[in-house]
């Protein structure tokens, strides 16, 4: 069993990773009041927004051509940090897939998608100045891609993708053990210990949402 995404199978996730985030919007506005300014959520939203007013057209196009507006899009729509780091992330997804594509094929199968979520860590880490333990949202992603790069020499794409959206969510879970090294948790006397990272939390609600589409939607 493998699979195949195309561009417009990632706008489809994207949008099912929308309604997801709007379903947990009230949550993660919360949980960001706690350790943050709040406004998590309705950036992000801004964000995903003007990408779904536009996945139409961004579903046409190549694969890096996709990745590269989405990550436009994300930089200017999205305030703070996080359209920085989204708008880095794409970018770098946006490498890979040239790459990919001068190789002949315009999408992503198991192999492929583990080098392009490495290269959205990579960029995330870089750009944020951010290491593992940080407490943001590069716990989730990089404990998904740990689970999913374990998972997936056994060779069963569903399992490597089921062991990336349980690593991600308990890299989310783990945050709530570490103690913020950048941003306004930083600052905090308690530097948000004992609460979840908000950006940690939609990250693995996002990769989550990556897994069942691909699983419900691409797998062959
Ligand atoms: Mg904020």
């Known amino acids: 069993m493998g699979f195949s995404m195309t561009a417009r199978d990632f706008m489809d996730y994207l949008a099912a990773a929308y309604r997801e985030l709007a379903a947990n919007g009230d949550y993660i506005t919360a949980l960001d009041a706690k350790t943050g300014d709040?406004?998590?959520?309705?950036?992000?939203?801004?964000?995903?927004?003007?990408?779904?007013?536009?996945?139409?057209?961004?579903?046409?196009l190549s694969l890096p051509a996709m990745f590269r507006k989405t990550g436009s899009i994300?930089?200017?729509?999205?305030?703070?940090?996080?359209?920085?780091?989204?708008g880095s992330a794409y970018l770098a997804a946006?490498?890979?897939?040239?790459?990919?594509?001068?190789?002949?094929?315009?999408?992503?199968?198991v192999e492929t998608l583990l080098a392009t979520l490495e290269a959205q860590a990579k960029a995330i880490g870089d750009r944020g100045q951010a290491k593992p333990g940080f407490k943001t949202m590069l716990d989730s992603l990089l404990a998904g891609i740990v689970a999913?790069?374990?998972?997936?020499?056994?060779?069963?794409?569903?399992?490597?993708?089921?062991?990336l959206k349980a690593g991600a969510a308990s890299g989310a879970e783990a945050t709530r053990?570490?103690?913020a090294v950048?941003?306004?948790?930083?600052?905090?006397?308690?530097?948000?210990?004992?609460?979840?990272?908000?950006?940690?939390?939609?990250?693995?609600?996002q990769l989550g949402c990556l897994a069942d589409y691909l699983i419900d939607n691409c797998l062959k």
């Open 177 to 179: 053990g570490m103690e």
């Open 74 to 86: 994300m930089m200017s729509a999205v305030g703070g940090s996080s359209g920085i780091l989204y």
């Open 182 to 205: 950048k941003g306004r948790a930083s600052y905090r006397p308690n530097k948000g210990l004992g609460e979840l990272d908000p950006g940690a939390v939609t990250m693995a609600i």
């Open 148 to 163: 999913y790069r374990e998972a997936l020499v056994e060779g069963d794409d569903r399992a490597a993708l089921l062991a």
């Open 94 to 109: 946006a490498k890979v897939a040239e790459e990919i594509l001068a190789q002949g094929k315009d999408s992503l199968d």
């Open 38 to 60: 709040g406004d998590h959520w309705a950036n992000l939203s801004l964000g995903f927004g003007k990408i779904m007013a536009a996945s139409e057209e961004l579903a046409k």
